[in-house]
């Protein structure tokens, strides 16, 4: 079974630049389109970016411009480099596959941007 493990949150202030990683165990993960989603404290879990497998992107309006989602296959891994930070990009930062289906969720890693 896939197992997703985030990493590279913290705590930054804003305008800060944070690059958050996702490795997934399992080769099947290169086929899929990969999601970065984030969780505010009382809201819900939302899609801000995504990635293909063969390299489109997609952005939510709101971090367009500041967010990059990048991927290698060969490492099983996804990235989300995040620039020009703002205090409502806080949340916990999870990925997963984008659609129906999912693998099972990882913890997550904790963004906080305060000064």
């Known amino acids: 079974q896939v197992q997703l493990v985030e990493s590279g949150g913290g705590l930054v202030q804003p305008g800060g630049s944070l690059r958050l990683s996702c490795a997934a165990s399992?080769?099947?993960?290169?086929?899929?389109?990969m999601g970065w989603y984030r969780q505010a404290p009382g809201k819900q879990r939302e899609l801000v970016a995504d990635i293909s497998s063969g390299g489109s992107t997609y952005y939510v309006d709101s971090v367009k411009g500041r967010f990059t989602s990048l991927r290698d296959n060969a490492k099983n891994s996804v990235y989300l480099q995040m620039n020009s930070l703002k205090p409502e990009d806080t949340a916990v930062y999870y990925c997963?596959?984008?659609?129906?289906?999912?693998?099972?969720w990882g913890k997550g890693t904790l963004v906080t941007v305060s000064s």
């Open positions: 997963n596959v984008v659609g129906a289906f999912k693998f099972p």
């Open positions: 399992g080769s099947i993960f290169s086929t899929y389109t």
